[in-house]
């Protein structure tokens, strides 16, 4: 329990999202921040829609409807959503395409549809989206999982959402230079991917940038679960049985090929299957998508517990002792609040509800002395990146949780 205001904080919230909010050929959206991020981001608006549940669960519903209203119908690429969609138009000289990119973001659709009909009730919107949702997934088992290993490889940085994380330089397609080369080469790569018609198979052959991320595969396995219990509740019992079989196997992959033991948590890189190495905190997110055993969960836990309980402003995305840590660069440590929501979110899964509200408690610190920036110096809680950003606002959903407004969440519990 932490103690806050809530209609305080649900009067900040509102305020911010709301100046953010966009209208555009009949949609709404709330974009990130104003003049940096001014187009739709996919795990932005589920996080977005997350908030506005409780603010506005009407616009939580639009929020979702927009993410999906790109989606691709056609092609070899049917059923993806873009992880962003330009509703002004704007897109071509980076995808040449005018209106969306050609990658995807973190799957949280379904999560999200699931959480604003926890509260809302209305079930209409979740039936919408249905459709989309699975073929978002099956997408992910077409195109996405070259060596079928029931684990999603991914094309560009940028579809992890963590654009620049360390991780990404031991890669085969990167080589850390400067942060200015390295986002040169991510801009870069966007042309090859449309050179090889993003083809995940003939990327990973000529050594492009191909990972199976351990947060990535743990979040989609949190969105197949979620499918599942949409589906059962409104959909198609058939399918609710066929995704939550494939959530338990994205599971199973993840234990049996990116957690080698208690200590070694490791990703793998391309085809060749080579350890990525150290993932600093999205081992953390793991927790979310219950891709781990109780035990390793619990190992995880108890770093947290240290984390949290730390003078450092929890929780640095590369720990302090990493050589690429930098605490006021892009993605070289920061602290992130949706990836602080994600392990908040798992840590409850798992029951340690206490290390959970210690971090919620310490993520309002961090707005209180900043304000809803896009980022966090870990070490001095100064606020990075853009202002007003529309994500940050995710503390309001922590606020729900720690004052009781929510009953268990469907996931808690269920590994
Ligand atoms: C940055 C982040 C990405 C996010 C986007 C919009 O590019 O790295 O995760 O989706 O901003 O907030």
Request: glycine fraction near 6%; hydrophobic fraction near 40%; proline fraction near 6%.
């Given at each position: 329990?932490?103690?806050?205001?809530?209609?305080?904080?649900?009067d900040e919230?509102?305020a911010l999202?709301?100046?953010?909010?966009?209208?555009?050929?009949?949609?709404?959206y709330?974009?990130?921040?104003?003049?940096?991020?001014?187009?739709?981001?996919?795990?932005?608006?589920?996080f977005?829609?997350i908030?506005?549940?409780?603010?506005?669960?009407?616009?939580?519903?639009?929020?979702?409807?927009?993410?999906?209203?790109?989606?691709?119908?056609?092609?070899?690429?049917?059923?993806?959503?873009?992880?962003m969609?330009y509703?002004?138009?704007?897109?071509?000289?980076?995808?040449?395409r005018?209106?969306?990119?050609?990658i995807?973001?973190?799957?949280?659709?379904?999560?999200?549809?699931?959480?604003?009909?926890?509260?809302?009730?209305?079930?209409?919107?979740?039936?919408?989206?249905?459709?989309?949702?699975?073929?978002?997934h099956d997408?992910?088992?077409?195109?996405?999982?070259?060596d079928?290993?029931d684990?999603?490889?991914?094309?560009?940085?940028?579809?992890?959402?963590?654009?620049?994380?360390?991780?990404?330089?031991?890669t085969?397609?990167?080589?850390?230079?400067?942060?200015?080369?390295?986002?040169?080469?991510?801009?870069?790569?966007?042309?090859?991917?449309?050179?090889?018609d993003?083809?995940?198979?003939?990327?990973?052959?000529?050594?492009?940038?191909?990972?199976?991320a351990?947060d990535?595969?743990?979040?989609?396995?949190?969105?197949?679960?979620?499918?599942?219990?949409?589906?059962?509740?409104?959909?198609?019992?058939?399918?609710?049985?066929?995704?939550?079989?494939?959530?338990?196997?994205?599971?199973?992959?993840?234990r049996?090929?990116?957690l080698?033991?208690?200590?070694?948590?490791?990703?793998?890189?391309?085809?060749?299957?080579?350890?990525?190495g150290d993932?600093?905190?999205?081992k953390?997110?793991?927790l979310?998508?219950?891709?781990?055993?109780?035990?390793?969960?619990?190992?995880?836990?108890?770093e947290?517990?240290?984390?949290?309980?730390?003078?450092i402003h929890?929780?640095p995305?590369?720990?302090?002792?990493?050589?690429?840590?930098?605490?006021?660069?892009?993605w070289?440590g920061?602290?992130?609040?949706?990836?602080?929501?994600?392990?908040?979110m798992?840590?409850?899964?798992?029951?340690?509800?206490?290390?959970?509200?210690?971090?919620?408690?310490?993520t309002?610190?961090?707005?209180?002395?900043?304000?809803?920036?896009?980022?966090?110096?870990?070490?001095?809680?100064?606020?990075?990146g853009?202002?007003?950003?529309s994500?940050?606002?995710?503390?309001?959903?922590?606020?729900?949780?720690?004052?009781?407004?929510?009953?268990?969440?469907?996931?808690?519990?269920?590994?």
């Amino acid at each position: 329990m932490i103690d806050r205001d809530w209609s305080e904080w649900c009067d900040e919230a509102r305020a911010l999202l709301t100046s953010n909010l966009v209208r555009s050929n009949g949609h709404r959206y709330t974009r990130p921040a104003p003049s940096v991020y001014e187009q739709q981001w996919l795990w932005d608006s589920c996080f977005h829609a997350i908030v506005w549940r409780w603010l506005d669960p009407a616009m939580a519903h639009d929020e979702l409807r927009a993410v999906v209203a790109h989606q691709l119908d056609r092609g070899a690429d049917a059923g993806m959503v873009p992880h962003m969609t330009y509703w002004a138009g704007g897109g071509e000289t980076l995808w040449q395409r005018p209106e969306r990119s050609v990658i995807t973001q973190p799957p949280l659709i379904a999560v999200a549809a699931e959480q604003v009909l926890h509260v809302s009730g209305d079930d209409r919107a979740a039936r919408e989206l249905l459709p989309a949702i699975r073929s978002y997934h099956d997408w992910f088992d077409r195109r996405r999982d070259p060596d079928g290993d029931d684990l999603v490889s991914l094309i560009h940085p940028w579809e992890t959402g963590w654009d620049a994380a360390p991780r990404w330089n031991r890669t085969r397609y990167f080589n850390e230079t400067s942060d200015d080369a390295s986002k040169a080469q991510r801009h870069a790569l966007v042309a090859d991917l449309v050179r090889y018609d993003c083809d995940a198979l003939a990327l990973a052959q000529a050594g492009y940038f191909h990972v199976e991320a351990i947060d990535y595969n743990t979040v989609r396995a949190a969105d197949l679960d979620a499918l599942s219990r949409l589906e059962a509740r409104v959909g198609d019992p058939g399918q609710a049985a066929l995704r939550s079989a494939k959530a338990a196997r994205v599971r199973a992959a993840v234990r049996r090929k990116m957690l080698l033991s208690a200590d070694e948590v490791v990703d793998l890189e391309g085809l060749d299957e080579k350890p990525i190495g150290d993932e600093g905190a999205a081992k953390y997110v793991a927790l979310f998508g219950r891709g781990v055993e109780p035990a390793l969960a619990a190992q995880l836990a108890e770093e947290l517990r240290a984390i949290v309980s730390a003078p450092i402003h929890p929780i640095p995305t590369v720990p302090p002792s990493h050589p690429q840590f930098g605490p006021g660069r892009y993605w070289r440590g920061n602290v992130w609040p949706q990836v602080n929501w994600l392990v908040y979110m798992g840590l409850r899964q798992y029951g340690h509800h206490d290390i959970a509200t210690r971090l919620a408690e310490r993520t309002f610190e961090l707005v209180e002395q900043s304000g809803f920036r896009e980022y966090f110096n870990p070490l001095t809680g100064e606020g990075c990146g853009s202002h007003n950003h529309s994500w940050t606002t995710l503390v309001l959903d922590m606020l729900a949780r720690e004052t009781g407004r929510v009953g268990a969440d469907p996931a808690e519990g269920a590994h």
